[in-house]
T-cell receptor, first 113, second 111 residues
Framework: QQQVKQSPQSLIVQKGGISIINCAYE??????FPWYQQFPGKGPALLIA?????SEKKEGRFTISFNKSAKQFSLHIMDSQPGDSATYFC????????????FGTGTRLQVTL | DAGITQSPRHKVTETGTPVTLRCHQT?????MYWYRQDPGHGLRLIHY???????DKGEVSDGYSVSRSKTEDFLLTLESATSSQTSVYFC??????????FGQGTRLTVV
């Protein structure tokens, strides 16, 4: 069973600050590492994903950094805004069957004014 | 929207009663999933399907069954609901190894 460890469980950041969420995994069948964003009352939605032929991917204020040897990847939110307040999940494809995704336990981000 | 509809959106049921949740997609995606979301546990896979009549268990499958008789529909059944199955249930669809699209969720309360 794939183990995915996500930290921190909750995070409070001031507006304009940097939010950093980390994810560590044991093994994966496929190098595809997504982050999902979930607002209250809604389903998770893909925020950004990386296929690690690169060690970093940036989309606007959101960046994924990937360390394959350490089996870790992280989400950085630059210039954090109150609208970024949500729960964030990392996900890792299961070894043995890449069709299954194992999710982290989630990080609740609150961006204060 | 990714063309996923979950029904019902909210349900309250009594312990011991059967409950069926429905997930309907209009995207013709091969893979469909049922997850439950609970505080402190994130999203945990209950069952998934990789084609019509092809299903497999996830990490928390006890007490749940599924069926997929058509590409577009994936049903989750709680044969005899228990209070521990009070949760928010999400259906997701996916093509091969790409992003998963989630439905809006079903909030189930077992009293």
């Amino acid at each position: 069973q794939q183990q995915v460890k996500q930290s921190p469980q909750s995070l409070i950041v001031q507006k304009g600050g940097i939010s950093i969420i980390n994810c560590a995994y044991e093994n994966t069948a496929f190098d595809y590492f997504p982050w999902y964003q979930q607002f209250p009352g809604k389903g998770p939605a893909l925020l950004i994903a990386i296929r690690p032929d690169v060690s970093e991917k940036k989309e606007g204020r959101f960046t994924i950094s990937f360390n394959k040897s350490a089996k870790q990847f992280s989400l950085h939110i630059m210039d954090s805004q109150p609208g970024d307040s949500a729960t964030y999940f990392c996900a890792v494809p299961n070894i043995g069957t890449a069709s299954k995704l194992t999710f982290g336990t989630g990080t609740r981000l609150q961006v204060t004014l | 929207d990714a063309g996923i509809t979950q029904s019902p959106r909210h349900k309250v049921t009594e312990t011991g009663t059967p409950v069926t949740l429905r997930c309907h997609q209009t995207e013709n995606h091969r893979y469909m999933y049922w997850y439950r979301q609970d505080p402190g546990h994130g999203l945990r896979l209950i069952h998934y399907s990789y084609g019509v009549k092809d299903t497999d268990k996830g990490e928390v499958s006890d007490g749940y069954s599924v069926s997929r008789s058509k590409t577009e529909d994936f049903l989750l059944t709680l044969e005899s609901a228990t209070s521990s199955q009070t949760s928010v249930y999400f259906c997701a669809i996916r093509t091969v190894v790409t992003e998963a699209f989630f439905g809006q969720g079903t909030r189930l309360t077992v009293v």
